[in-house]
């Protein structure tokens, strides 16, 4: 059972690196560009949009990725280190709280009163949240492979 919540927990992980990535280089980016060539109006709209879609393609990956990393934590693999886990953890910690202390308040400003200088701020604070989750890849592959090699 520890290897399937070890599996589901990559799995979580590698998509949230994926959609982190791609949200820090191309689409915040682009909010960017949204908030200071769009009368307030559209951007407000684009900026409300970006939050509900991006709620919908990542509701169960984050979930999948809380309620596995809890998971680990309970039941790990033999052949995992014990310390990875918890390194796991940390950094999901800080995504976590990046997200809900940083990028959320940044965006309930960018649905309501779209600037360039607020979607400026969500590319910057958003780096922290980038570094987390990738910290987190590196630790779910390397669990991973204690596992195949084992």
Not at 64 to 69: A, I, K, L, R
Not at 120 to 125: I, Q, S
Request: charged share 10%; aromatic share 8%.
């Amino acid at each position: 059972m520890a290897e399937v919540i070890l599996v589901a927990n990559f799995v979580a992980t590698a998509t949230m690196v994926g959609v982190i990535w791609f949200v820090q280089w191309v689409h915040y980016p682009l909010l960017v560009t949204t908030a200071a060539d769009n009368p307030m109006d559209a951007a407000s709209q684009v900026a409300r949009e970006h939050q509900r879609r991006t709620g919908q393609v990542l509701a169960v990956p984050m979930a999948v990725e809380g309620f596995s990393t809890l998971g680990l934590l309970i039941s790990r693999p033999d052949a995992v280190s014990f310390v990875l886990p918890w390194f796991g953890a940390a950094s999901l910690a800080v995504a976590l709280g990046s997200t809900v202390l940083l990028s959320v308040p940044l965006h309930a400003k960018l649905a309501t009163n779209p600037t360039a200088d607020i979607a400026r701020r969500l590319v910057v604070t958003n780096w922290p949240r980038t570094i987390a989750w990738s910290v987190r890849g590196a630790i779910c592959t390397t669990m991973v492979l204690q596992v195949v090699r084992s």
